[in-house]
């Protein structure tokens, strides 16, 4: 059983940063990878970026070059380093661990 806790969102306004946190507990010696999903009103959630047991990265076309996911040393927490954010990046961001682990997510919203 693994356990996901996301915090750090909130509003800020286009261009500013957010830096998402994601703690996992449990059997986190069973976490092979994770990553952070995003899902807007009437689209689908999307991956936004993962990263392996070994520290090997994968984002999404629309947030290269702005997002930054890593860990801590412990590989306990996951955090997505967000800057030059725009309004088409607001949604419920979803911490996810395979094969079936979700947090609760948290609302980030762009808006002047």
């Known amino acids: 059983q693994v356990q996901l806790v996301e915090s750090g969102g909130g509003l800020v306004q286009p261009g500013g940063s957010l830096r998402l946190s994601c703690a996992a507990s449990?059997?986190?010696?069973?976490?092979?990878?994770m990553g952070w999903y995003r899902q807007a009103p009437g689209k689908q959630r999307e991956l936004v970026a993962a990263i392996t047991s070994g520290g090997s990265t994968n984002y999404a076309d629309s947030v290269k070059g702005r997002f930054t996911i890593s860990r801590d040393n412990a590989e306990n927490t996951v955090y997505l380093q967000m800057n030059s954010l725009k309004p088409e990046d607001t949604a419920v961001y979803y911490c996810?661990?395979?094969?079936?682990?979700w947090g609760q997510g948290t609302q980030v919203t762009v808006s002047s």
């Open positions: 996810y661990a395979p094969t079936h682990y």
């Open positions: 449990g059997s986190i010696f069973s976490i092979k990878a």
